[in-house]
């Protein structure tokens, strides 16, 4: 049975799917696009180390997956591509993450969604309806939690859904819910790479 998370809230997931291996992370939204202009939601995940201050800092480059570079260099991190839509049903955009391949290194991964060419096309969250991110066992397809992103991000162009995290030896995640002014490329920086 799935866990419905709150802002905040975190799960251990190893302890609620117990042999858990991989998990399969589902990402949709719905755009009430008023304006004509087509909205692109891109999501991302960074395979983060942690610093000094217990903050996520992007390993390198290559450990940042996204639609144009869809796996992790130990090849654990799986994104499924871009859909510029968001308008099929179910899940909009999917990462597999095969837990036990993980380098050893990475302690976060930081799952954030960007409205692509947000400035541009004047465009933020706020005409982005419906968003959740969905936590299943890639092998038996349960969904173990679901986290429903209710707050007003009407001035965001920039969100983290969640962050996987290991702690303990296990993997958790947290809902984390959090908007951000950034585009993709800011983002980026802001966990350490360069762009």
Request: charged fraction near 25%; glycine fraction near 10%.
């Amino acid at each position: 049975m799935s866990t419905t998370l709150e802002t905040g809230h975190r799960i251990n997931l190893e302890k609620t799917a117990p042999g858990l291996k991989r998990v399969r992370i589902g990402l949709g939204w719905k755009v009430n696009a008023a304006d004509g202009q087509a909205f692109d939601l891109d999501s991302s995940v960074f395979l983060c180390r942690k610093d000094a201050n217990d903050d996520p800092v992007m390993i390198s480059n290559a450990h940042f997956v996204y639609y144009n570079h869809t796996t992790s260099p130990d090849g654990a991190v799986v994104h499924s591509g871009d859909n510029r839509t968001g308008d099929r049903d179910g899940d909009d955009e999917v990462i597999t993450v095969d837990l036990g391949r993980v380098d050893p290194a990475v302690m976060e991964m930081p799952i954030v969604v960007t409205i692509h060419d947000a400035e541009v096309r004047k465009q933020n969250f706020g005409r982005v309806s419906g968003a959740y991110v969905k936590i299943y066992n890639d092998e038996t397809g349960e969904a173990i939690a679901q986290y429903d992103l209710t707050e007003d991000y009407s001035d965001k162009t920039a969100l983290q859904f969640g962050s996987l995290y290991r702690r303990d030896g296990e993997w958790r995640f947290h809902a984390v819910g959090a908007g951000f002014k950034l585009n993709l490329a800011t983002f980026i920086r802001k966990l350490g790479g360069t762009v």
